[in-house]
């Protein structure tokens, strides 16, 4: 069993930066590869990024890449998205989650395990 516990968001201008963190419990954390998703009102939740379970990969959506960064740290079982050249359509709940195997990293199904998501406005 893991459990996430996401943290960072908040209110920002147009261009800025947040870092958006994700705490999760459990011995097993660094076996898992991590996600990163978002959901805008009326919207879908999107894949936004995902690492590997070592962190030596990483991988984007198109949306995002060159913007944003993933990260891990698995001694501190915290996986992080460093967000800058923030735009008002980044604006959604994001959300962190866990998942055995990479392969299938951009559908949101086959996630195991998920926080209960952090809001992120940016205003124009």
């Known amino acids: 069993q893991v459990q996430l516990v996401e943290s960072g968001g908040g209110l920002v201008q147009a261009g800025g930066s947040l870092r958006l963190s994700c705490a999760a419990s459990?011995?097993?954390?660094?076996?898992?590869?991590m996600g990163w998703f978002r959901q805008a009102p009326g919207k879908e939740r999107e894949f936004v990024a995902a690492v590997s379970s070592s962190g030596r990969s990483t991988f984007y959506a198109d949306s995002v890449s060159g913007r944003f960064t993933i990260s891990r740290d698995n001694a501190k079982n915290t996986v992080y998205l460093q967000m800058n050249s923030l735009k008002p359509e980044d604006t959604a709940v994001y959300y962190c989650a866990a998942r055995a195997a990479l392969l299938g990293y951009r559908e949101y199904v086959g996630y195991d395990y998920w926080g209960q998501g952090t809001q992120v406005t940016v205003s124009s």
């Open positions: 459990g011995r097993t954390f660094s076996s898992y590869a």
